[in-house]
Every structure is written in structure tokens, then in C-alpha cells.
């Protein structure tokens, strides 16, 4: 099992920025691939950026790309999302993931999941 908590979120202005994270517990964090997924209000979850085993290699929505930034600490166990630029349309339930193949990751069917956090960007 590995345990995943989300923490960061909050209300912010457009154009302003929150730096996401995820700790993980449970089984050997640096065997998992991670991602972040967000679901808005009446929408269906959604990929926004995933990054491999040792941080070499990045995948982003197009909708986040070059705004946001994913990055992993394998020694502290965590992974986070840096987002800037923030619009109004970002605002959702923002959830951490991890799975040990990337692509199953990327398909949106991981096997861990956090319970999301919160973030509002107020126009």
C-alpha cells in the first residue's frame, strides 16, 4: 500500500501562484512513477502533469504547460506541483497519484490515489 496527502491548496487571485504537495508513505516511493490529476465542479477528472521514477522526465496537460511545474524529493518522500500564472479555470479538487508504469498513470487509472485538495482562483 502506499499512502498519499495532499496539502497546499487554497484560495488565490488570478495570476497568483500555490505550490502543491504530496508526501507519500507505505511502499518504496522511488519504485513509483507520480501524477496529478484536478476534477472541477461537474467536469471529469482530468490529467495535469506527471514525472518519473527519478525526476527525468516530465509530462504536462496542455492546458497547464508552462505554468505549472511537477518535481519529486525521492528522499523525502514527496512530489509537488508548482502552479503559476493561476486562472480562474484551474479551480478544482487537485488529487496526487502513483503508480509503478507511467503510462497507466497517464491513462488516468493509477493504482493510489490521495483525497484531494482544494484550490479556487478568484477572477
Known amino acids: 500500500q502506499v499512502q498519499l496527502v495532499e496539502s497546499g491548496g487554497g484560495l488565490v487571485q488570478a495570476g497568483g501562484s500555490l505550490r502543491l504537495s504530496c508526501a507519500a508513505s507505505?511502499?518504496?516511493?522511488?519504485?513509483?512513477?507520480m501524477g496529478w490529476f484536478r476534477q472541477a465542479p461537474g467536469k471529469e477528472r482530468e490529467f495535469v502533469a506527471a514525472?518519473?521514477?527519478?525526476?527525468?522526465?516530465?509530462a504536462y496537460a496542455d492546458s497547464v504547460k508552462g505554468r505549472f511545474t511537477i518535481s519529486r524529493d525521492n528522499a523525502k518522500n514527496a512530489v509537488y506541483l508548482q502552479m503559476n500564472s493561476l486562472k480562474p479555470e484551474d479551480t478544482a479538487v487537485y488529487s496526487c497519484?502513483?503508480?509503478?508504469?507511467?503510462?497507466?498513470?497517464?491513462?488516468?487509472?493509477?493504482?493510489?490515489w490521495g483525497q484531494g485538495t482544494q484550490v479556487t482562483v478568484s477572477s
Open positions: 514525472i518519473s521514477i527519478n525526476g527525468g522526465g516530465t
Open positions: 497519484a502513483a503508480d509503478l508504469d507511467v503510462w497507466r498513470l497517464r491513462r488516468g487509472v493509477p493504482e493510489y
Open positions: 507505505g511502499r518504496t516511493f522511488n519504485n513509483y512513477a
